[in-house]
């Protein structure tokens, strides 16, 4: 559908002129709500009629132009007057062609969508006349015309409305004649920055059943992702459902000349099959440069450690919000990650065969439960549902929470301790852990963990 819109009267033809001038406020209208009409996705072509020195001639040249278009319907943007300045409102109304009841049906609805989204009233009843008088009406060539009067420019109420409505006029007039809604439809897109909904317990049981062996060369792997995407706030499992996708569920097979031993678990720098990409000193170094990679398409927010993504500068930053547009055919910008077709959707039905996995070792005993209900007593903890949660995301967590909950503790602090590894160390020496370093290399993977050392530190009695 094509629509060809004008403004009334010209650049050197004056309209109506009283509290608002009618040429300048019709192009207005013209311009805004082709825009509008656009966004529906219809086709719009507008017209300004500049060269005209008389009435004659405008008249002729914005109907010329309009006769010269392929279109489907006929729109002119006119605002009225009548004699003298008055205080009440004298409202809307849309003119058509006599005896066309399709178009009368047009006007009444443009006119009435006027009305409703400004309290302009409806002239004659219905906002709708017929006028055999008018060029416009009678000698555009489909048959198929409107003429809006939106309202009158010698009245205060109706110059009022126009000017609080304009915008919502706009959108009303696009509505009614296109017969479409403005609202666009809501598409839901995965936001690449964000809180990972899968936990690690999950990613460890989703890799787990497909290939075991990578976890026993990295048992941190899931916790690496979650922590490094955590701190950059970049959503760790989908980083690691990219992952799954980049290294064939990390095997490393099907051509590709990666290895695991390259700790690059996102084909970074493999520009074609045979490449041999990019290689980094650990598995940590090597999932953070891939979240950073991620972080630069998604956002344009500095990294919260150094960059480590050697590619970081090819990216134009924030280019790639979603998932979904992660791959250049679907990217808006023609720019991302991958080349090929359907890329963001790949990673995305990997991420939600994760988020369905059932974490099996996820069973919180009564013991455990009684841990952390504990925890909650004495004031370490304030969510236990997040707990319950995350309390196999560490391997030994959930021993852990149970040692420290049978630990003899004050509700109040009674050391002041700051840091994890001061509190971890306090734990070791009250004889709770025997291996501190495991703790110290590891509470990082867990978002409160920390923090729960603290608390835990900080009000064990001595
Ligand atoms: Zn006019």
Redesign the pocket.
């Known amino acids: 559908m094509t629509i060809c819109i004008s403004s009334?009267?010209g650049l050197h033809v004056a309209?109506?002129r009283s509290i608002i001038d009618?040429v300048t406020e019709?192009r207005r209208v013209t311009d805004r709500m082709s825009e509008l009409i656009r966004q529906t996705g219809v086709n719009v072509i507008t017209f300004h009629e500049n060269e005209a020195r008389n009435a004659r001639d405008n008249v002729n040249n914005i109907i010329n132009f309009h006769n010269e278009q392929t279109r489907d319907l006929d729109v002119s943007v006119?605002?009225?007057a009548v004699d003298g300045v008055r205080d009440a409102g004298i409202g809307v109304e849309t003119c058509y062609r006599r005896g066309n009841a399709e178009m009368k049906d047009i006007a009444s609805r443009a006119s009435k969508a006027i009305s409703d989204a400004s309290g302009l009233i409806l002239r004659r009843g219905d906002g709708t006349m017929t006028r055999s008088d008018l060029g416009f009406l009678s000698r555009t060539n489909i048959n198929r015309a409107i003429l809006l009067?939106v309202c009158f420019v010698n009245s205060r109420t109706d110059v009022r409305l126009y000017q609080e409505h304009f915008e919502e006029i706009c959108k009303a007039i696009a509505e009614a004649i296109t017969g479409r809604s403005m609202v666009k439809p809501k598409v839901n897109l995965t936001p690449i920055m964000g809180k990972p909904v899968a936990t690690s317990a999950q990613m460890r049981a989703y890799i787990n059943r497909i290939n075991p062996s990578v976890l026993e060369t990295i048992p941190d792997l899931t916790e690496l992702f979650i922590s490094e995407g955590n701190t950059e706030g970049v959503r760790g499992d989908i980083a690691f459902a990219q992952s799954c996708l980049e290294t064939g569920n990390f095997m490393f097979i099907g051509g590709t000349a990666v290895t695991l031993s390259q700790n690059n678990f996102s084909g970074m720098g493999v520009t074609s099959l045979g490449v041999e990409g990019n290689s980094f000193p650990t598995p940590q170094i090597g999932i953070r440069a891939q979240i950073h990679h991620l972080k630069a398409y998604a956002c344009t927010t500095p990294n919260v450690n150094p960059n480590e993504s050697p590619r970081a500068h090819f990216v134009q930053r924030g280019v790639a919000p979603y998932v979904e547009w992660l791959g250049a055919q679907e990217n808006p910008h023609g720019r991302g990650w991958a080349a090929g077709a359907g890329y963001g959707k790949k990673i995305l039905r990997i991420l939600n065969a994760i988020i369905d996995t059932e974490a099996a070792v996820t069973v919180i005993t009564p013991k455990l439960d009684e841990a952390i209900k504990n925890l909650v007593y004495y004031g370490v903890i304030n969510s236990p549902d997040y707990w319950r949660q995350h309390a196999f995301d560490i391997k030994f967590l959930d021993r852990l929470l149970i040692i420290l909950s049978g630990a003899k503790f004050n509700r109040t602090v009674l050391t002041n301790i700051t840091t994890p590894e001061e509190a971890i160390d306090r734990i070791a020496a009250a004889g709770l852990i025997n291996s501190p370093d495991y703790w110290k290399e590891r509470y990082g993977n867990l978002e409160w963990l920390g923090q729960l050392l603290i608390n835990v530190a900080s009000r064990l009695e001595w």
């Open positions: 009334g009267h309209g109506a009618e019709a006119h605002f009225n009067e």
